[in-house]
C-alpha cells in the first residue's frame, strides 16, 4: 500500500491510501482505493507533515497485512453482471493429485523426452490437465481443455496440441509405466509377493469393428464393438502394468502376454498369481512353471471330474469353524492340457494343491440366485412361441420335448417345457462350496484363501474406472489416441489409490474425488479468492501434502506457492 496524491481540478492536493495489485482474470495491472484521507491543505491543519505521516501508516498497513493481521475490506457494485468469458470458481484440490504426480516424478520424464522433440507445446502440461481431469471431472479431451481454466494452472496450450500430444503418450507408454513401478518401489515399496490379475472390457458407440475395436462377449452385455484390457495389481493394491488386447480375445489368452518380460524388466523374482477361474487353463498353469513363478486360481467344481465333485462333498477332512464355515485341502496329482510346438495339445501331469471350502452364507446367495433364475424360467415357457425358447441364461432351468427338425414338430402333445429338477437337485448339492487351485503346495490354506479373496482389489479398480473415471465412453478413434486415452485412465486410477493407501484405505474413492472438488476458491477482489471448504479429511491431505488449505482468503500469489511447494 502506498500514498497517492492526486491534483484536482480545482489545484488542490487530495491524498488517500491505496493498494496495487494485477487482476488475475485480465492480468491487467489495477489499484484500488482502501482509505480516503481528505486534501492536503485540511491536513497541513491537523499534522506537521501529513505526507510523511500517512506514508508511514500506508508503510504500516502493508506490514500487517503481510502479517495477516490488516482487515480485508472488498467491494463489489450490485449491478455487476458476470463475464462469461472468464472463471470466478477455481479448483485447487488438484494438488493433492499433483502431489502423487511430480513424487513418482512424471513430469521429470516427460521434460526429457521432449527435448528430442521438435514441440513447441508442453507434453507435461497436457498429460497433467488429463489426468487431473480424469479425477476430478472425467469427460472428453475436448472438454478438458474447454474447462482447464477450472483449475488453478497456467496451461498455454490449444485444442491441436491435445490431440497431436496423444501420439507421444502412447510411444512413451511402456517406458513410462516402467518409471511408475520404479518410483513406487523407491517411494512406497513395492509388495509383489503376490501379483493380482484379471481382464475387463470397455465398449465403443461404434457400429462397426476395426482391427482393435472388435465384438466380443462384453462383460456389460453390450452388442458394440468392445476391446480387452488385463490390468495387474500388486499386494498393496496399486496397479502395476496393464495391456489392452483385439475385443474378440479370450480372457484366458490375455495372461501371459501381459506377464511376458514383466519379470525380467521390472526385477520383480518370484511371483504368484491371483486370478478367477478364467485364468485357470492347462497353458496359464504351464507358462508360470516354466517362469518359476507361481498361481493361485479359483477352480469349478460342478464343472470338475466325478473324482474331485466326489473329494468335495466326502464331509471328512473338513475343519469346521463356530460359524458354520469348513474348510479342507490336499496334494494331488493333476493332468494339464498343454500345447506342444507342433500345436499339438498333450496332456500333462504336475503336483497341485487343491484347498475346498464351504461357506454358510455363500450357501444362501446361491440358493436365492438360483430362485430367481428359476422363476425368470418359468416367465420364459409362459411366452415361448412354437417351443423356441433362448438358449442362455435362466433357460438352462428349462427342459424341452425334441422338434422334428424338418417340420418343427413337437413328437408327443403333452407339455411343451417344464423345469428340469434333476438339474436343480444336482446344483443344490455344491452350493457353498468353493474351490482354489496353486502351485504353492506349502502355504498354509488361510493364506491361500485370503490371497484369493483380495482378488475385489482389483474387481474394485475396474468399477472405479468405469464409474468414478469414466474412462468410457472412449471418444477417440486412432488406436494410438485409444491408447493414450487408457494411460492417462491408468495414471489417474494410479494417483487415486496412493491417496487411498496415504490415508490408510479409510475413503472410497467417491469420497475423496468429491473431498477434492470441494476444495475450490472464488474470485472476490484485488487479486483475493476465498475458499469455503474445510474438513477432517483435508487435514489427512495437509498432513501428507504439507499444504494448509484452511485460510478462507488467500491471493494468487498464496496459492500459486502452495502449487509450487507440493512439486518439490
Known amino acids: ?214 465384438k466380443g462377449v462384453s462383460k456389460e452385455n453390450k ?113 494339464i492340457n498343454v500345447t506342444n510346438t507342433e500345436d499339438k495339445t498333450k496332456k500333462v501331469d504336475i503336483i497341485q494343491k487343491q484347498v475346498v471350502f464351504y461357506s454358510p452364507d455363500f450357501a444362501k446367495r446361491a440358493g436365492h440366485e438360483r430362485e430367481k433364475a428359476i422363476e425368470k424360467a418359468r416367465k420364459l415357457m409362459s411366452i415361448s412361441k412354437n417351443g423356441k425358447l433362448p438358449e442362455k441364461g435362466a433357460a438352462k432351468y428349462i427342459k424341452s420335448q425334441s422338434l422334428d427338425k424338418k417340420t418343427g414338430e413337437i413328437f408327443e402333445l403333452s407339455e411343451v417345457h417344464w423345469i428340469d429338477s434333476n438339474r436343480i437337485a444336482e446344483e443344490c448339492k455344491y452350493d457353498g462350496y468353493y474351490a482354489i487351485v496353486t502351485s504353492e503346495l506349502d502355504m498354509p490354506n488361510e493364506e491361500i484363501l485370503d490371497a484369493y479373496r483380495s482378488l475385489w482389489k482389483i474387481e474394485e479398480s475396474f468399477k472405479i474406472t468405469k464409474t468414478e473415471l469414466k474412462t468410457r465412453p472412449v471418444n477417440v478413434s486412432t488406436p494410438e489416441h485409444i491408447e493414450a486415452h487408457f494411460l492417462t485412465c491408468f495414471i489417474a486410477l494410479l494417483l487415486i489409490r496412493l491417496l487411498q493407501l496415504s490415508t490408510d484405505n479409510k475413503y472410497s474413492t467417491r469420497i475423496l474425488v468429491n473431498e477434492l472438488n470441494k476444495i475450490s476458491g472464488t474470485y472476490l477482489d484485488k487479486n483475493y479468492y476465498m475458499l469455503d471448504y474445510y474438513s477432517d479429511i483435508v487435514k489427512e491431505f495437509e498432513s501428507i501434502t504439507g499444504t494448509d488449505f484452511s485460510k478462507r482468503f488467500m491471493t494468487l500469489g498464496e496459492i500459486k506457492k502452495i502449487i509450487a511447494n507440493v512439486k518439490r
Do not use: W
Not at 78 to 98: A, P
Not at 237 to 260: A, H, K, Q, S
Not at 314 to 320: H, L, N
Open 223 to 335: 452388442k458394440n464393438p468392445i476391446i480387452q484390457m488385463g490390468l495387474l495389481m500388486d499386494n498393496n493394491g496399486l496397479p502395476i502394468t496393464y495391456r489392452l488386447f483385439e475385443g474378440n480375445t479370450n480372457d484366458c489368452e490375455t495372461l501371459m502376454p501381459v506377464l511376458d518380460n514383466l519379470k525380467d524388466d521390472y526385477a520383480l523374482g518370484k511371483i504368484i498369481v491371483v486370478a478367477d477361474k478364467g485364468m485357470n487353463t492347462g497353458e496359464n498353469i504351464a507358462y508360470n512353471i516354466l517362469k518359476k513363478n507361481g498361481y493361485i486360481y479359483s477352480q469349478t467344481i460342478r464343472g470338475g471330474t466325478d473324482e474331485f465333485k466326489k473329494y468335495v462333498l466326502d464331509q471328512s477332512g473338513y475343519i469346521i469353524h463356530d460359524d458354520g464355515f469348513k474348510i479342507k485341502s490336499r496334494v494331488v496329482s493333476v493332468k
Open 1 to 214: 500500500m502506498f500514498l497517492k496524491k492526486d491534483k484536482r481540478p480545482n489545484g488542490r492536493i487530495h491524498l488517500s491510501i491505496v493498494e496495487g495489485y494485477r487482476d488475475p482474470l485480465t492480468g491487467r495491472p489495477k489499484q484500488r482505493n482502501v482509505q480516503t484521507l481528505g486534501y492536503l491543505d485540511e491536513l497541513e491543519k491537523k499534522f506537521n507533515n501529513p505526507i510523511l505521516h500517512f506514508s508511514e501508516i500506508a508503510k504500516k498497513m502493508t506490514e500487517e497485512e503481510k502479517q495477516n493481521t490488516h482487515p480485508l475490506t472488498f467491494s463489489f457494485r450490485l449491478n455487476e453482471i458476470i463475464d462469461s468469458s472468464t472463471t470466478l470458481r477455481k479448483n485447487l484440490g488438484f494438488v493433492v493429485l499433483s502431489y502423487f504426480y511430480h513424487k513418482l516424478g512424471i513430469d521429470g520424464f516427460l521434460i526429457n523426452r521432449q527435448r528430442n522433440l521438435n514441440i513447441e507445446f508442453s507434453l507435461n502440461n497436457i498429460f497433467q490437465l488429463l489426468v487431473y481431469s480424469r479425477v476430478l471431472n472425467p469427460c472428453s479431451k475436448k472438454e478438458a481443455f474447454e474447462t482447464k481454466d477450472d483449475l488453478f494452472m497456467d496451461l498455454d496450450i490449444g485444442i491441436n496440441d491435445v490431440y497431436r500430444s496423444l501420439d507421444h503418450f502412447k510411444r512413451y507408454k511402456d517406458d513410462l509405466l516402467l518409471h511408475l513401478h520404479e518410483m513406487i518401489r523407491i517411494h512406497y515399496g513395492r509388495d509383489t509377493n503376490k501379483v493380482y490379475y484379471d481382464v475387463t472390457n470397455y465398449y465403443f458407440e461404434i457400429k462397426e469393428p476395426d482391427d482393435l475395436r472388435k
